[in-house]
């Protein structure tokens, strides 16, 4: 198995672009989520998913999009990139929502100029 | 390099020596926490879990304490080693407002230096 696989790992963006972070894993997991890590701010959710066709917002939802049209896939859309959404993002999964750990993958290094 | 955990506070310890690394959670209804630990350019890696009906668990070199009266959660690596050093974080499982879904949320993390 591949565990949760990220592309790209590094990306350089112009403000007002939009761009699609991919996630993919390959364990057959329920539960699918994206986190943004700043410096000193630990990762804060952005984005989580239970199952196939069902979304939810984290804690900070504002200027991301998220579909989960496949259990295996969950990416996450940037609508219009500003340089206050320069971070690094990690995508993790797990067998369900509530009790058990998640694994990451090796996150996307995004920056906005 | 990774800029993550620039401002993190910082435990220094000599090999071989055991290192304890303390977290605050925020809620009293979580009842599922979770260490992780993350090295330079690596996304968070799973240590050791503990549910809220328990007080202490065990993993290899490594226990977890839970103080549900102060809302405390502790790491305890023994016999630590250079390639123990890294960031780590706890993590807690939050009820969802609306729906009943529960999401994790990460305390800022600490990063551990080992020195040899």
């Known amino acids: 198995n591949a565990g949760v696989t990220q592309t790209p790992k590094f990306q350089v963006l112009k403000t007002g672009q939009s761009m699609t972070l991919q996630c993919a894993q390959d364990m057959n997991h329920e539960y699918m989520s994206w986190y943004r890590q700043d410096p000193g701010m630990g990762l804060r959710l952005i984005h989580y998913s239970v199952g196939a066709g069902i979304t939810d917002q984290g804690e900070v939802p504002n200027g991301y999009n998220v579909s989960r049209s496949t259990t295996e896939d969950f990416p996450l859309r940037l609508l219009s990139a500003a340089p206050s959404q320069t971070s690094v993002y990690f995508c993790?999964?797990?067998?369900?929502?509530?009790?058990?750990?998640?694994?990451f993958g090796d996150g996307t290094r995004l920056s906005i100029l | 390099g990774e800029s993550v955990g620039l401002h993190l506070p910082t435990l220094s310890v000599q090999e071989g020596d055991n290192s304890i690394i303390n977290c605050a959670y925020s809620?009293?209804?979580?009842?599922?926490f979770i260490w992780y630990k993350q090295e330079s350019g690596k996304g968070p890696q799973f240590i050791i879990d503990?549910?809220?009906?328990?007080d202490k668990r065990q993993g290899q070199r490594v226990t977890v304490l839970l103080n549900k009266t102060v809302k405390h959660l502790s790491l305890q690596i023994a016999a630590t080693q250079p390639g123990d050093s890294a960031v780590y974080f706890c993590?807690?499982?939050?009820?969802?407002?609306?729906?009943?879904?529960?999401?994790?949320?990460f305390g800022s993390g600490t990063r551990l230096q080992v020195q040899p």
């Open positions: 993790a999964s797990s067998r369900d929502s509530g009790n058990q750990p998640q694994h």
């Open positions: 993590a807690e499982i939050l009820p969802s407002q609306d729906t009943g879904r529960r999401a994790l949320t």
């Open positions: 809620n009293s209804a979580s009842d599922y």
């Open positions: 503990i549910r809220s009906n328990m």
